[in-house]
């Protein structure tokens, strides 16, 4: 993990704290997801919809609980109904996961984790993001620079060019993770900011 701390960009806290309040609700009133979607109304219209239909299988990197790079797969989307994963997972992951929800900073299981492992996704144990690429971004949200395996995530642009975050899923069984913002630290630029109960830690396997 790297240790020193990255703060946002000058640029980016500025239009961050210019759009602070949005039509007349702070943005310390509520969670980042409701903040985002408010912020795409204001300043460049609503996120364009995903499509409903999706392929029935897909290509995903596998990882070791080493953490090692291992071959490119194809399974089967992992698809289930409502009160499969409501059984499967905790109210408040299946809110975030299966809901577009966002727990409030500062109170997830990750933000200040230290710990080297993998990062895998709680609905479907895809390996997301490791240790080595997560930074303390003072957001209060577990944040990485970097995604383990590009083809395991997918990142959904916003159409505005004021609104510059994305939603990022799960390619495996579309689980919300959070968002992807481009103030991030190098080599990258980017900051994925992830809800800890989208994620399942797993410490790295001794040798």
Not at 8 to 19: F, P, T
Not at 72 to 85: L, T
Not at 94 to 106: D, K, M, N, S, V
Not at 171 to 191: E, I, N, S, W, Y
């Amino acid at each position: 993990m790297i240790e020193n701390r990255h703060n946002i960009n000058a640029s980016s806290m500025e239009r961050h704290r210019e759009i602070r309040v949005v039509r007349g609700v702070s943005r310390d009133e509520m969670p980042r997801r409701a903040f985002l979607c408010l912020l795409a109304l204001a300043v460049g219209g609503p996120r364009v919809a995903r499509a409903q239909s999706a392929p029935s299988s897909v290509l995903i990197v596998e990882f070791s609980d080493k953490g090692e790079r291992q071959q490119a797969v194809r399974v089967p989307k992992v698809v289930k109904s409502e009160s499969e994963w409501r059984q499967q997972l905790s109210p408040t992951a299946f809110q975030i996961t299966r809901r577009a929800g966002t727990e409030r900073p500062f109170t997830g299981a990750y933000w200040n984790l230290h710990d080297k492992g993998l990062f895998r996704c709680v609905c479907c144990e895809t390996a997301l993001f490791s240790s080595a690429n997560k930074f303390d971004s003072g957001t209060g949200w577990p944040s990485f620079w970097e995604v383990l395996a590009k083809e395991n995530i997918v990142a959904h642009p916003s159409k505005s060019r004021e609104y510059m975050a994305s939603e990022v899923t799960c390619r495996r069984c579309d689980a919300h993770l959070g968002d992807v913002f481009d103030d991030g630290p190098r080599p990258t630029g980017l900051r994925y900011c992830i809800d800890s109960a989208a994620l399942r830690f797993v410490r790295f396997a001794e040798s």
